[in-house]
């Protein structure tokens, strides 16, 4: 038996145009090509499990009849369900429902309309992906009834399944109801979220009859719900294979989970210490607050648009990304350049605006993030938001989605704080490379921006870069001179597939290219345009190039999009003595935290060691005692009162000695 799916695949077709598929090649990809194909439907199966098909047969004539309801049937035969009947009588539990299936359906006769004989069922079952097609409508019994719910659920907004269901519940689904419409498209439903296969550690799919796949129970039980949540929605795309193992989970739990968690931590401790209520500290307008916090409450309201555009889109990963992105803004930028805020012994405005701007982001986050990780979000909602709130709601899944606030969007300043941020970032990086601690001090930082119209902007910052590079100057310069070189070098890799057999000539054209005006081109543009020896042109993006960036001695730097950060190494003694305190400082909060000292607590401390430590201890006493929270600071050759710390400072043997004051 087969349904005639090829009278009607133009209009199947039309309905599938009509659809949202992520990913949009699968409609006239691998979805369109199996439409394209398309051969009437093999409905009819011969076994004992299944839908029993409704076609009954005169053993007569061979007249045939397809009835549409149990009440056509016995419209035609009152006792047809008699069987039935006595069984249930014996077994009064059977759902009534049963009467239309095996084995009491076969029992199911009818007369013959055409010669008065009598009509006996086929034996055949009817396919059970023609059951998972049916499933909009079989769920509410339409359309005999709940006619109303139905054409309120109709169609779904999105459906979602692996990549195989394509010929599976996708086909299905749209055969179907492509059967029973002829209206407006699409049906049954608008957006179709095509799932990639879960994957081991090595990328092949994951299969009990392999033996490669991970059990969930231990990952829950070790890493909880919803880091294992996290990792499905932030991983990879849904439509991508995801690499699935306890491992992977652990990254993207310390990814977002444990810094989010920490943020919170830090805010639960601080605000504690210093009795901070959001309903009763004084409070001004996020506008009117300072730069660092207009910076954080513009970048909450551009995340909060952003991802309910992702959301609203079905994009579920970049939504995910961009709120991994506003965390790490909060915990490596905003709460960590804003510490002294909170460490503040005034309770003044500023110390409130900072503590009512962190609690405003976090209660932003993790409204957002609820939908992801329910757990986690639920237990700093009702710390931070209901506990304070009596009118909020129960629980933050009862609580409506965040709204953006334009009047907090400020996004030239955003724009500075990135580029401010990837200065940064590059002037770390090149600390890392060259094996430069961030507690010694240089002499100066040289800044050579990709967009230098954001020089004049970014001066302000100056003292800020300064600060985060451990430099004591920072300077936006045009051109380095002789003491940086670039070096453009061909990703033989990614040119070969791009260019085939033109790639010899696309290697001589780079070879010969000015490495600073590609680099620039590059930082601005993100392309550059490439003359060839033939008088053609192609476009070269970031991943066909490799630039490196080398200085000449005494110098450092590392190049990124937003610019070139280079860096004076060469110390002076001064600079050497300021890195050794900094060290100090270092130790002592080592010795603070392996005693367990309450944050606020205040010590004395006594320091003994070679010259090179107690001169530098001397000339930063100021600086040591304010960072550690001493009371008092002394040095000396023999050790102090109190625990100690025997320790090792750039090769010279030191030894902290620490008492509890207060």
């Known amino acids: 038996w087969f349904i005639r799916t090829t009278e009607v695949i133009e209009r199947t077709k039309a309905n599938n145009q009509a659809i949202n598929w992520i990913p949009e090649h699968i409609k006239d990809g691998r979805f369109g090509d199996f439409l394209n194909n398309n051969v009437d439907w093999a409905l009819s199966r011969e076994r004992y499990w299944g839908t029993p098909l409704n076609i009954w047969e005169c053993s007569s004539c061979n007249q045939r009849v397809a009835p549409a309801s149990a009440k056509e049937i016995e419209d035609r035969n009152p006792d047809a369900f008699a069987a039935f009947a006595e069984a249930r009588k014996a077994d009064p539990e059977l759902s009534e429902h049963l009467a239309v299936h095996k084995p009491w359906v076969d029992a ?294 965040p709204e953006v606030d334009t009047a907090l969007i400020d996004r030239p300043l955003c724009e500075e704080m990135q580029a401010v941020r990837d200065i940064v970032s590059l002037g770390l990086s090149t600390r890392a490379i060259h094996k430069i601690k961030v507690r010694q001090p240089l002499a100066e930082a040289e800044v050579i921006l990709g967009k230098a119209s954001l020089a004049q902007r970014l001066l302000p910052y100056s003292d800020l870069i300064a600060e985060e590079l451990n430099v004591k100057a920072v300077h936006f310069i045009e051109d380095a001179g002789d003491r940086v070189q670039y070096t453009v070098k061909p990703n033989y890799r990614a040119l070969g597939p791009r260019f085939g057999k033109r790639m010899p ?89 392996r005693e367990n000292l309450e944050y606020t607590a205040r010590i004395q401390v006594h320091l003994s060691g070679s010259e090179r430590v107690i001169a530098a201890a001397q000339g930063f006493r100021e600086v040591i005692m304010a960072d550690t929270l001493a009371t008092e600071l002394t040095t000396g050759d023999t050790p102090g009162d109190g625990v100690q710390n025997e320790c090792e400072i750039e090769g010279e043997k030191a030894v902290i000695s620490m008492l509890t004051t207060g």
């Open 108 to 401: 199911v006769t009818m007369p013959c309309d055409a010669c008065a004989g009598t009509m006996h069922r086929v034996p055949e079952v009817i396919d059970c992906w023609f059951d998972s097609g049916c499933m909009p409508f079989a769920q509410w019994g339409w359309p005999h009834q709940r006619k109303e719910e139905f054409e309120r659920s109709f169609p779904a907004d999105f459906i979602s399944e692996a990549i195989d269901q394509t010929r599976g519940w996708f086909y299905s689904l749209l055969m179907i109801s492509s059967l029973l419409f002829e209206d407006e498209h699409p049906h049954p439903f608008k957006n179709c979220i095509v799932l990639g296969h879960v994957c081991d550690s090595k990328g092949r799919k994951e299969s009990k009859s392999k033996g490669n796949y991970t059990p969930p129970d231990g990952v829950l039980a070790e890493a909880g719900a919803d880091a294992m949540r996290w990792h499905f929605c932030a991983s990879s795309p849904p439509y991508s294979n995801t690499r699935y193992s306890a491992e992977s989970v652990r990254q993207g739990q310390q990814e977002f989970l444990l810094k989010l968690r920490n943020v919170y931590s830090f805010f639960v401790i601080y605000a504690n210490i210093d009795g901070f209520d959001p309903s009763q500290c004084p409070k001004v307008p996020g506008t009117e607050r300072a730069l660092l916090d207009r910076w954080i409450l513009s970048e909450a309201n551009l995340a909060i648009e952003e991802v309910t555009e992702s959301l609203d889109d079905y994009a579920v990963y970049n939504a995910a990304q961009r709120i991994i992105r506003l965390t790490d803004a909060v915990s490596n930028w905003y709460v960590r350049r804003s510490r002294s805020r909170y460490w503040a012994s005034d309770k003044d405005q500023d110390k409130w605006d900072a503590y009512h701007t962190l609690h405003e982001v976090l209660l932003q986050i993790v409204t957002m993030s609820a939908p992801f990780v329910p757990y986690l979000t639920e237990e700093i909602y009702q710390n931070l938001g209901r506990s304070f709130d009596g009118e909020a709601a129960d629980s933050i899944h009862m609580q409506d989605w």
């Open 505 to 593: 000539i696309v290697r001589a054209a780079v070879d010969k290219a000015d490495p600073n005006e590609l680099r620039m081109a590059l930082a601005k543009e993100g392309a550059y345009q490439l003359e060839l020896p033939d008088g053609e042109s192609v476009t070269l993006d970031p991943d066909l190039v490799q630039i490196t960036v080398e200085t000449e001695e005494g110098f450092a730097a590392s190049g990124g999009s937003v610019g070139v950060v280079v860096l004076n190494t060469t110390l002076t003694s001064s600079l050497e003595e300021e890195g050794l305190a900094r060290e100090v400082i270092n130790r002592i909060q080592t010795l603070r935290k």
